[in-house]
């Protein structure tokens, strides 16, 4: 059985104290932006080698926009994040030169806690993503059925549950302009 896969896919090498993951920045659409985030980040699914003293990753972008995709570019070190933008455009990946000016929260707790109420999308985007920078992993989310949500319709959501004396890495992708 032969599958028909439509995507893209494009490599970076890493130093191997750095891990580097990448977003794609999803723009919501008209008739979903009364219950859903403007935008939303989704993950890119990557394989990786060793290659001498590196690590090559070739990262995944399953459904490629025609306009190309807008892509938010992670590197963890040790006790720090590099943070770049990028866009996947045919063939090519351009990465801004200049880094990304970002306000952010330092999530850090002496108390197990629980993070951000959000609606949950199986599809894996979200509005917002918490990742333990110590394994560049995502902290997965606790699911439950909110019955009040909707109109009373329900919604299933999800929180993230954060373990005390622990540093987290969390992103959201937000246009603050007034005049959308």
């Not at 104290?17 to 009364?34: M, P, R, W």
């Not at 394994?135 to 606790?142: A, L």
């Not at 299933?156 to 004396?165: E, S």
Request: proline share 6%; net charge neutral.
């Amino acid at each position: 059985m032969e599958e028909n896969i439509q995507g893209k896919y494009f490599s970076i090498n890493d130093r191997k104290d750095i891990s580097t993951v990448i977003y794609q920045v999803n723009k919501t659409e008209k008739e979903f932006l009364k219950t859903s985030p403007k935008y939303t980040v989704e993950r890119l699914d990557y394989i990786e080698e060793i290659v001498g003293e590196k690590k090559r990753k070739t990262f995944f972008v399953d459904n490629p926009a025609p306009d190309g995709n807008p892509l938010v570019i992670l590197s963890f070190a040790k006790e720090k994040v590099l943070v770049n933008m990028g866009f996947l455009d045919d063939d090519t990946v351009k990465i801004s030169k200049k880094p990304v000016p970002i306000s952010f929260k330092t999530l850090y707790s002496e108390k197990e806690m629980e993070y951000k109420d959000f609606l949950y999308t199986p599809n894996m985007k979200r509005p917002i993503s918490i990742i333990d920078p110590e394994t560049t992993e995502e902290v997965k989310p606790i699911l439950y059925f909110d019955e009040d949500a909707n109109n009373g319709e329900g919604a299933v959501r999800g929180k993230c549950k954060l373990k005390p004396y622990k540093k987290y890495f969390a992103f959201e992708i937000r246009d603050d302009r007034i005049n959308n």
